[in-house]
């Protein structure tokens, strides 16, 4: 093992290049001028990732340089309120757009920041959008540290004040535009240069000038490979010192194949080398990644208001309630949010008691108190009775879903079968390709020498395993598009995938396939007084469960009064002092503690008196009985409700009576039922409204969430489906099912492409820029036969325009 002493031998610190001056950390035989630096070499060492200080341009910047003066403005309390996400005395959460990312190196390197600084409580990666998000502990580290190390490991975050007007980032990087006009320029004047040899002229009349020509070659040529070839020599480096062989091996040794063999028959004037078909390689594959990079950007979208489902909230005007969306939101509009609801934009506390959990932003469950005046974020929970709030700065909604999809709420599921097949498909490929192309070589050295070069780099070149790895996110993301049109919305591809394995569906019965809303009801009991009535409208105007809110409704003409004390008890009830007097409202069990044959529906106790009972008649969804016929011949079919059996003899009518049907569950019996059908090897779906069922939704395979207002959101499900259309679920599951099938036609299309251009590779009838072209022109095909045959089937199945139910 190796050992930190302390030298006071004067040398060059390893990590940033400096001088260690008299006290040098001495680490795994290697110095070093402090332990920041110390710090970072050993986890990078201990992922053999040290590739980082020959690749890393920003690695020579030192950890003893704490104080960068460019970051100084980061230490004004303004400027950070500008710049966090999130902020609650203990916590904050800020994302930074670096450009520097490109590779699973630095994604690694940057999920582990938390093990250089350990105020640092988790980092995550947006890859596509090269974003990083970071959680951290106030008292431990501060954001300029941590930019500050950003810009030291050498990913220097691009800081814009204002959020909202941060530009999109662009579907191209302005790179890669240069990188092809390069390679585009010198294709031509190469192809030029080369035009007396393609004409087949004399060169030993004009030697001079052949040569001549052949310097200007190599002269261009150097720049292409060194700078728009860049990104796949780089990548291939890295994948080797990593051991893993990656697409970008084969490709490299391509380009320098084409290169070294040009360069020695150009110096030694045995030849005029390949340079025009390096030019082209590199030209085309550029434009093959440009295509690419501008289709994921037209599917892969944002996930903003305009593109992603419409969360809403209760916005007030005057005393009137207005259901608004978020792009409707603006700067000093008034919120009205009830227990349970989401808050949807950073605010100012106006009235009532704050009780936010903020265990959505940041894993934390403990609520925490908020008081008048204070702020509030975005994607905070209140978990109190309703509070009012003033909007004071918008948040796109690409950030509250970029939270529903943070690794806080990940399933620890494994992948579905289509994606562990590309994922072994991809490890052996660049193995079995370059056995391949040196079988190749060997087999046409002996024989023509121009052959055996061709045909090694039209090999390496032309077989490509990215049509299996494009394959699933476009075709995926498609279907993902298509579904969220229809207001069935889809966490991310991966649950397209688990849904079409699913053989186990287990439905909640309250407001899932009953209707929510416009449910009838009718009180029995002591009769209320105005008086009454309004102590009960007020606690309940608290709450956000569809049965508080009915209540409500039936007590429009009385005033609300003050609310204090107010708690609520999953599954059970409410309780809260309205104007001094306890007003409780919920099931039997809560008021007295004890179940009683024959006592349904939500109970009645002001002041320790029960006064009555609601009793609500839920109406069955039209479609449910031809949406459960359907699905019974796919699925085994179970319901949980926390009702008692009144109505099993109308379900058992619906479902069939060899359906498992468990009443007056609670949350945590719900939640065992779904492990236990996990235990016996099902793939389960859950089925519910979020509300007494979240533990069950996030414990599924698949948790659905069935919503009749946009404002209900719950962050365990992994799907939301708009309650109109509910009569759709076959359909949609359907599909499903239909876009693995089409993942497997793409595939099998990328088996016959590659079977057929290495059967001519290999015969040295390919020239290496037809392998550029093709290469790039193969996972176009894939992408246009995953997006166009996904849409066809769509409208085949009648869900490509939306209908409502």
Same mark, same amino acid.
């Given at each position: ?301 944002? *996930? $903003?208001?305009?593109?992603? =489902?419409?969360?809403? %909230?209760? !916005? +007030? ?8 969306? #978020? ?119 002996? *024989? $023509?020498?121009?052959?055996? =070069?061709?045909?090694? %780099?039209? !090999? +390496? ?8 790895? #494009? ?120 008021? $007295? ?213």
């Amino acid at each position: 093992m190796s050992q930190d002493v302390i030298s006071s031998v004067e040398t060059t610190c390893y990590h940033c290049g400096e001088d260690c001056g008299s006290h040098t950390v001495r680490h795994d035989d290697k110095s070093f001028c402090c332990d920041g630096c110390k710090v970072v070499y050993s986890i990078l060492q201990e992922n053999d990732l040290c590739n980082y200080y020959s690749l890393n341009e920003a690695s020579g910047i030192s950890f003893k340089r704490r104080s960068m003066e460019r970051y100084s403005h980061l230490d004004n309390q303004d400027v950070i309120e500008k710049l966090l996400d999130f902020k609650d005395g203990t916590h904050a959460r800020v994302h930074f757009h670096l450009p520097q990312i490109h590779c699973s190196s630095c994604l690694w390197l940057l999920e582990n920041l938390n093990r250089i600084d350990e105020g640092v409580l988790q980092s995550r990666v947006n890859f596509l959008k090269k974003e990083v998000t970071i959680l951290y502990e106030l008292e431990a580290t501060s954001l300029r540290k941590i930019v500050e190390l950003l810009a030291t490991l050498g990913y220097a975050p691009v800081l814009n004040m204002e959020r909202l007007e941060q530009p999109r980032v662009g579907a191209v990087e302005k790179a890669l535009y240069y990188k092809i006009g390069l390679a585009g320029f010198a294709f031509g004047n190469i192809m030029l240069l080369s035009f007396p040899e393609y004409l087949g002229l004399d060169a030993n009349s004009e030697m001079s000038f052949a040569r001549f020509f052949g310097y200007l070659n190599i002269l261009l040529a150097i720049p292409v490979v060194a700078y728009s070839g860049f990104d796949y020599l780089r990548s291939a480096w890295q994948g080797l010192w990593q051991k893993h062989l990656n697409i970008d091996v084969p490709v490299s040794l391509g380009i320098l194949a084409l290169f070294g063999r040009s360069v020695y028959e150009i110096l030694s004037h045995t030849g005029a080398g390949y340079l025009d078909s390096l030019a082209g390689l590199i030209f085309f594959l550029l434009v093959g990644k440009w295509f690419q990079q501008k289709a994921f950007h037209t599917i892969s979208f944002d *996930r $903003d208001y305009k593109s992603y =489902f419409p969360m809403a %909230t209760t !916005v +007030l005007r005057g005393e009137e309630e207005v259901i608004q969306t #978020l792009d409707q939101l603006d700067k000093g509009d008034l919120v009205l949010i009830r227990h349970g609801e989401l808050i949807p934009a950073d605010a100012i506390l106006l009235s009532g008691k704050g009780k936010i959990d903020y265990s959505f932003v940041t894993g934390e469950s403990e609520p925490v108190q908020i008081e008048s005046g204070d702020k509030v974020y975005a994607g905070g929970r209140q978990m109190g009775g309703t509070i009012r709030l003033e909007v004071i700065e918008k948040v796109a909604q690409s950030y509250l879903t970029s939270l529903w999809n943070d690794n806080i709420f990940d399933k620890k599921q494994e992948k579905g079968a289509t994606s562990r097949l590309a994922d072994r498909v991809a490890t052996f490929f660049t193995g079995i390709i370059l056995l391949v192309a040196i079988s190749t070589l060997l087999y046409w050295l002996p *024989r $023509d020498l121009t052959i055996a =070069f061709h045909a090694f %780099t039209a !090999v +390496l070149i032309v077989a490509c395993p990215c049509a299996v790895a #494009l394959s699933i996110p476009f075709t995926f993301g498609n279907v993902m598009r298509i579904l969220g049109n229809q207001h069935f919305y889809l966490k991310n591809t991966n649950v397209v995938e688990i849904l079409a394995e699913i053989n186990d569906i287990v439905f909640d019965k309250t407001g899932t396939i009953t209707y929510g809303q416009g449910a009838r009801f009718h009180y029995e009991g002591i009769p209320l007084s105005h008086r009454e009535k309004s102590l009960v409208k007020s606690l309940v105007h608290q709450s956000s469960h569809p049965v508080s809110r009915q209540i409500e409704a039936g007590f429009q003409q009385t005033p609300l009064l003050a609310v204090a004390e107010f708690s609520a008890y999953e599954g059970l009830g409410i309780r809260g002092k309205v104007e001094g007097q306890l007003v409780e409202v919920g099931s039997y069990r809560f008021l $007295d503690g004890q179940d009683e044959p024959g006592k349904r529906g939500t109970w009645i106790r002001i002041d320790r008196e029960i006064k009555g009972v609601v009793i609500q008649s839920g109406r069955f969804r039209k479609s449910l009985r031809r949406v459960i016929d359907e699905l019974s011949q796919l699925f085994n079919l179970s319901l949980l409700t926390g009702d008692n059996n009144r109505e099993k003899g109308a379900l058992e009518t619906i479902f069939g009576a060899g359906t498992e049907m468990q009443f007056e569950q609670s949350p945590k019996e719900k939640l065992e039922y779904v492990k236990g059908l996990q235990a016996r090897g099902a793939k389960v779906m859950m089925i519910g409204d979020g509300l007494n069922d979240a533990g069950a939704l996030k414990q599924s395979d698949v948790g659905i969430v069935v919503t009749e207002e946009v404002n209900n959101f719950v962050p365990s499900c992994d799907a939301i489906l708009d309650a109109a259309q509910f009569s759709r679920l076959p359909v949609f599951l359907r599909m499903s099912r239909l876009s693995l099938k089409i993942v497997y036609g793409a595939y099998f299309i990328a088996l016959i492409y590659n079977i057929v251009g290495l059967s001519f590779a290999v015969q040295g009838l390919l020239s290496p820029v037809i392998a550029a072209i093709l290469m790039p022109l193969s996972s176009i095909t894939i992408v246009l036969f995953g997006m166009g045959v996904s849409t066809l089937t769509a409208k085949t199945l009648g869900i490509y325009n939306l209908t409502e139910d």
